[in-house]
């Protein structure tokens, strides 16, 4: 008897193993929620003050064949009707928390999805697919940065911004990485509360490609790989290690070998030189690391030719620019979700032409 447990066991854990090889092996993005790492389905409802911001509608057509011949207006309809949701918890209970003010909404429930270690994230079901949200309130709003369900909608922009960089970076170092791409960022229409600089905030929605994260180091990928990434990002002028003291590469592992795509670029910053020690990520959070000293010859600094331009450096002005310009522009004379892509794609086409001068040089 006491054999046939231990069978049993043993073929349990393979199991357990196995599933956890192939989710963390996915094509992205995933279209079936059940491949999310235990959902919890959680009532939304749409609110009704939402615009669309910015969004990349190549790429939303890409990933939703359906959506190939809507013109801008009807995508921006449609990702207003399937993302622009809000967990009934954080409207029922975010103003008396001090979190925001009041949500406007539509009295209809929708569901969507809370995988396990997602704080203010939700995965949303649309038609053929799932489309992964950052804003949507959280189980428990409470005053802080994650725990209040909330996004300022600059943080979104800058998040945006990045990513389209950073993938940038990834093919022109011809690398194996990615990134788990970006579709919006939405003005929900409401402020939240900023509790560490006791200032509101517009809260946002930033929506990106459904994935499934690691869970080497809590939901970043595993050091050995995470350094490889944060060392290749350097060269550029690009570290992780923005808003927090330590490496925080977090992502996700493909389908294909070694290329990993990595998620979440709050903590990113731009920076033309690197001042302070690397600190690995320990998930106990009791202790501290140091990878590499500034001089040591694994410390990597920005490379001239490489680095990203003046552009990029000020993130918050970017993006603060860009809302601005979003709240002012002339609605009737121009598409302005477009039109700040645009102005996006024009910086990113300067940054290749820089570095396509400086290899002929």
């Known amino acids: 008897m006491n054999a046939y447990f231990y069978s049993l066991r043993i073929i349990s854990i393979f199991l357990i193993l196995l599933y956890s090889a192939v989710a963390n092996a996915l094509p992205n993005p995933i279209k079936d929620h ?52 809000m967990s009934t918890s954080q409207i029922l209970n975010g103003k008396s928390a001090g979190t925001n003010e009041d949500i406007q909404v539509s009295d209809e429930h929708q569901y969507a999805f809370r995988p396990e270690l997602y704080g203010r994230a939700l995965v949303l079901p649309v038609r053929e697919g799932l489309i992964d949200v950052k804003g949507c309130g959280a189980s428990r709003p409470r005053l802080g940065s994650d725990s ?3 996004l300022d909608v600059e943080e979104g922009v800058e998040e945006f911004i990045l990513e389209k960089l950073i993938k940038t970076i990834f093919e022109h170092s011809q690398s194996h990485y990615s990134t788990i791409e970006t ?58 290690v923005g808003s927090v003291e330590h490496i925080n590469v977090q992502g996700c592992h493909t389908s294909e070998p070694d290329a990993e795509a990595i998620v979440d670029f709050a903590s990113y910053s731009c920076d033309r030189t690197f001042d302070e020690p690397l600190h690995d990520f320990i998930p106990t959070w009791d202790r501290t ?21 003046d552009a990029f450096f000020d993130l918050n002005h970017y993006a603060a620019k860009w809302i601005g310009f979003f709240k002012q522009g002339p609605r009737k004379k121009m598409h302005l979700p477009s039109t700040l892509y645009k102005k996006l794609q024009t910086a990113l086409n300067a940054q290749k032409k820089f570095w396509k001068n400086h290899k002929n040089q």
């Open 34 to 85: 059940t491949l999310l790492r235990e959902p919890r389905k959680t009532k939304v409802q749409r609110v009704t003050t939402a615009e669309v911001l910015i969004a990349d509608y190549e790429l939303i057509r890409r990933d939703f064949p359906y959506l190939k011949d809507a013109n801008l207006t009807e995508i921006d309809q449609w990702l207003l009707d399937n993302s622009a949701l």
């Open 148 to 150: 209040s369900g909330l």
């Open 183 to 240: 579709y919006a960022v939405i003005n929900l229409g409401f402020n939240g509360k900023d509790a560490k600089k006791d200032v509101w905030f517009s809260a946002g929605l930033l929506l990106r490609q459904a994935h499934v994260r690691a869970t080497e180091n809590w939901t970043c990928l595993a050091t050995p790989c995470a350094l490889k990434i944060e060392n290749l990002l350097r060269h550029y002028g690009i570290s992780s």
């Open 289 to 309: 690391v140091v990878i590499a000293n500034p001089g040591d010859p694994g410390f990597v600094q920005p490379d001239p030719n490489l680095q990203a331009r």
